[in-house]
C-alpha cells in the first residue's frame, strides 16, 4: 500500500475521533501531526488521545520528546517518513496523518526540503530572551516585516517557529519562505478536512477548555512546573500552558486564565485557515455539524481502490 490518509482541520473540530473510526474500518496507524502532542508529560492542554482511544489502534509520534528538548521541523518530518514506511511496508497497513498543525501536515505531504541552515546558537538566545521578556509579538512583527508570506503560517505564540524563520533568513540572507523547496513523496495522499462555522468552532473550544480545566490541566501545569519545565520553554507557549503557569505563580486568577486560553485559541483557529484554506481543491471538506460519514467513508474506499 503506497497511499496516506491525512485528517485535518482546525483544533476541537473531531479529527481524533474521526481518524479512530476510519482506521478501525480501513486497518489503519495514526501518526501524529500535531506539534504539541509530541511532548511528554503534556496530556490535558494538548488534548491528547485518551488512553483508551490510544488503545483502539496503534498510535505513533505522541510523547517522543522532553518539553525541555529542542525538536526541529527536519525531526518530525523523518520520523513521519519513517513512521509512514514502516506501517506500509511492513505492517501492511494504511497511515493515517491527524493533526491541525499545518507545518508538520504539508512538510510531509508535499515532501518539503527543509533548509539545511545550522543553527545560529548566540542569536537565537538574544531572541529567546527577549521574548522571555515579553517581546514575543515585537519578534513576530519583525518577522511579518521581514518575511510575510512565512508570518502568515506561523502562528505568532510559536516562539520557536518565528525565531527559526529569522533565523534562517538572517544566515540565508534571504526570506525563509524562499527556501522551502519541495520533493513530492513516493505516496499519493487523500486529505480529509473537518470543519465548522466559526461560531461553532468557538462554542467547542470553549467548552473543550472548560473540560480540560475539570479534568486536571491546573495541577498538569503544577507538576510540569515542579519538574522544573519552566514558563520560558518554547513548550510551555503552547496555547494554556503559559497562562495556567501565570495563574499559579499568581500573576492573573483561574477566570483571566481560562478567559485567555479561549481567546488565544480563538485566534489560532483562524491561524489554522492559513494553512487548511477551505478554497484548497486538495482538501476534501467536511461540515462536523452535519456531517455524512457514510460520504467519508466512500471517499476514502475510493482512494483506497485507485
Known sequence: ????????????????????????????????????????????????????ELSLVPHHLFDIIEPDREFSLAEYQHLAFGAIEAIQMHNNKLPLLVGGSGLY????????????????????????QKAANGGAEELYQELKSLDPAAAEKIDPRNV??????????????????????????????????????????????DERVDEMVEHGFVEEVRKLLDKGYNLRLPSMFSIGY????????????????????????????????AWFRLDDD????????????????KAVAEFLEK
Open 160 to 205: 520557536r517557529r518565528v525565531i527559526r524563520a529569522l533565523e534562517v533568513s538572517k544566515s540565508a540572507l534571504v526570506p525563509f519562505s524562499k527556501l522551502q523547496q519541495k520533493k513530492p513523496p513516493k505516496f499519493q495522499s487523500l486529505i480529509i478536512g473537518l470543519t465548522a462555522e466559526r461560531k461553532e468552532l468557538y462554542r467547542r473550544v
Open 105 to 128: 501536515v504539508w512538510a510531509v505531504l508535499e515532501g518539503w526540503v527543509v533548509p539545511a541552515v545550522p543553527p545560529d546558537i548566540e542569536f537565537r538566545k538574544g531572541l529567546e
Open 1 to 52: 500500500m503506497n497511499k496516506v490518509l491525512a485528517i485535518v482541520g482546525p483544533t476541537g473540530v473531531g479529527k481524533t475521533r474521526l481518524a479512530i473510526q476510519l482506521a478501525r474500518r480501513f486497518n489503519g496507524e495514526i501518526i501524529n501531526a500535531d506539534s504539541r502532542q509530541i511532548y511528554c508529560y503534556m496530556n490535558i492542554g494538548t488534548a491528547k488521545p485518551s488512553q483508551k
Open 282 to 297: 486538495r482538501i476534501k471538506w467536511f461540515d462536523v455539524t452535519d456531517i455524512d460519514e457514510v460520504a467519508v467513508e
Open 242 to 273: 503559559r497562562e495556567i503557569g501565570q495563574y499559579l505563580q499568581g500573576e492573573m486568577t483561574l477566570d483571566e486564565a481560562v478567559y485567555k486560553i479561549k481567546v488565544g485559541t480563538h485566534r489560532f483557529v483562524r491561524h489554522q485557515y
